[in-house]
Structure formats: C-alpha cells, structure tokens
C-alpha cells in the first residue's frame, strides 16, 4: 500500500545537464539526466507543479560538509585561475575529476537539489533527483568523478529541519566512501551499501561497522536479480524495521546494470524497480538519487523507469514514437556498444529480469550480517 503522501512525488531537475560534459574521453561524456527529463515529459509522467528546476548552491550553503577553501578553489578551478599545487591539493584536473566549463556550476546545482530536497520533505512526500547521487566526495577535496557530495549535504539538510534518524541506501556498483567517511561513527545515520566487490574506491569491507549502523556487502562480479532480491529481503528491508528511520535517502547508482562499462554485475533495472518500490514503504520522507552510469541508454532508461514506478505508472511494454525517437538519437562516441546498441535500448524502459542462483558467496555473507544483525539487536 502506498503511503499517504501530502503530495505528489517532486522530480528535481535542471537544463545545465543538458550538453554539459566532463570531456570527450571521459565516462561522463554521454547524456544522462537530460534523457530522463526528456522521456518523463513524452511519457506524460509531469503533471502540474511536479518538476522542479533545481537551484544552484551557494558557497554558504555547501560550507556545511565542504571546506571553503576547497569550494574556493573549484570555483577558481571553473574560472581558469586556478594555482597548480592547489590542483594537485584538492585532486583537480587529473583523469577522474577533470577540469571542465561548469565544474563548479553543475555539481553545485546537484547539490542544491539535494538540499532543497531536505528542505521540501520537511513534512514528508516522495522526491526523485536524478542528477544527485556524487557519493565519493571528501569535504576538500573532489574523488571519483565527485566534485561535491550532495548525499550528505541531504542528510545535513533533513537534519536542519528536524529530521533525525536517516537511512541511507547505496546500490550503486561502487562503495560510497564520501558518505561513509562523513557519516560511520553517527549512530542515528544508518548506512546500507551493496557494491561490487575488489572494485574502486576498494572501500565498504563486510566488516566495517561504524557505530554499529554500518552494513556493507561487497558483492562478486555477475550479481543477479534474483541475489538483489535475497538482499532486499535479507539485509536491506530488516535493518530499515530495526532502525525506524524518519527519512530514506536511495542512491540508485545504474552502473550496477549488466551493460555498464564500468562494473561486472550483472543486474537487470527489475532490480533497481523492486528496491525502488520496497523501500516507498518505509518511511514518511523519501529522497531517490542517481549516481554512476555509464551507458546512455541502460542510466536513462533506468532513471525514468524509476519515476515511473514512484508515481505508480505503468511502464509501457513498447515506448510510444516520441519517446523512441529520444533513445535512438543518444550516442556512445567511442565505446563498443555504441555502435550496434540492440532494439530493445530504444523501444522499452524495462530490461528482461536477470534471474539466477544465489551464489553461495552472497548467501554466506548474508548470513555473517544475520548473526551480526541478531547481537546489534
């Protein structure tokens, strides 16, 4: 049964998206939160008053995890007058963290999506941002395509309004190791992460606790659905019982899909749905972020799909010619599965489930966080 939410479910989203591009050789080169607006609105899935444009956060604003000389720095980084031994500080211009025309702008408005978030779901409702979701961020110092970390800056910004016990669920195939950092030792956060295993950061071991409210499950390459599921059930939906909290925040990271470049999982976007949907039970404030995603099709896909499912629509067996036609016009410049993407990438949200055995290596570490969980208790 769905909750009783004063309102609709707010999507908070923002043009600045839209062409804005880490560089041409970098993972976050290809349309992403621009597909999801764009599909939601052929789909008719905006009514009046459910989008929201996202505002851009201010320096003040982000100073409540982020070190101001570190946002000074990435503005001056975004302006060109940045010094060379502060790059090199603040892990600016390298590979992973580029710098780039709004390398201040565009993280600074997904962060203020998700203060506002914080501030919107003051008295409860349901919120979709995909742009948020940069869990790797350190408070000086950008990591892992993470300029600013805008999951804790939605956990400090429930709090301001009075939000106390906050769960936070990570399903992205990386460890999030920004908000863990921030977060492992208060015990009124508790920090759920399914990630994949001996993969970057190379954090979230299965023994991490924290103050106790730390769950981390590495998982081995070709995690399946049907293994998601047995987390849901096993590992996520019980700890949420035990802790009770007053907010879920869900970072719904899509590079854990089978046709990610940058994971070895092998999970189909029914995984991301089913969490998705379970976890809209659980308390009275919901916030779904983004995060990694790496294709074009299998990240905007899967984004939509999740509006979909929170606003209880039914997702069309085969998209209408307005829709389609947004799919077949993305492209994957310089990556194989660019260059003969398969029929279904353009036509349909949801992928054919993946199903399989549970391996005896998730079993087995399921049950080490079941016998941890029966003395947490």
């Not at 590495?218 to 995690?223: K, T």
């Not at 391996?359 to 570490?365: G, K, L």
């Amino acid at each position: 049964m769905i909750r009783p939410w004063p309102h609709a479910p707010r999507f908070i989203g923002s043009e600045i998206y839209r062409g804005s591009s880490y560089g041409a050789h970098h993972p976050l080169r290809v349309a992403r939160v621009s597909t999801v607006i764009d599909l939601a609105r052929a789909l008719g899935w905006f009514a009046d008053g459910q989008y929201v444009i996202s505002p851009r956060a201010k320096p003040s604003a982000l100073a409540a995890w982020h070190d101001p000389a570190y946002l000074s720095a990435l503005m001056r980084a975004e302006n060109g007058t940045l010094a060379s031994d502060e790059a090199r500080r603040h892990h600016l211009g390298t590979a992973s963290n580029p710098i780039f025309p709004e390398m201040f702008r565009r993280p600074a408005t997904a962060a203020g999506g998700s203060i506002l978030a914080g501030q919107m779901l003051r008295h409860g409702g349901v919120i979709h941002s995909p742009g948020g979701g940069t869990h790797h961020g350190l408070p000086d110092r950008a990591n892992g395509f993470c300029y600013l970390n805008d999951p804790a800056l939605a956990i400090l910004s429930l709090r301001s309004v009075g939000v106390r016990r906050i769960a936070y669920v990570d399903i992205d195939a990386h460890h999030c190791d920004g908000v863990e950092h921030g977060f492992a030792e208060d015990p009124d956060v508790m920090l759920i992460s399914v990630h994949e295993e001996r993969r970057w950061p190379f954090t979230g071991a299965l023994e991490d606790r924290g103050a106790g409210q730390v769950w981390n499950l590495p998982v081995p390459r070709g995690f399946n659905d049907t293994e998601m599921s047995a987390v849901l059930d096993r590992l996520i939906l019980l700890r949420l019982a035990d802790f009770r909290p007053e907010a879920v925040i869900l970072q719904c990271g899509a590079d854990a899909l089978m046709e990610d470049p940058l994971s070895r999982l092998a999970l189909s976007n029914n995984a991301h749905l089913e969490v998705v949907a379970a976890l809209q039970q659980v308390a009275p404030r919901y916030l779904v972020l983004g995060g990694g995603g790496y294709n074009p099709w299998s990240v905007g896909r899967c984004w939509a799909a999740v509006w979909g499912v929170l606003n209880g629509h039914s997702l069309p067996e085969r998209l209408p010619p307005v829709a389609e036609a947004i799919l077949r016009a993305l492209s994957f410049p310089g990556h194989r599965m660019g260059k003969a993407p398969p029929d279904h990438w353009f036509t349909t949200l949801r992928d054919t489930q993946r199903t399989g055995k549970v391996s005896e290596t998730v079993d087995a570490r399921l049950h080490r966080l079941e016998a941890r969980a029966v003395v947490w208790h």
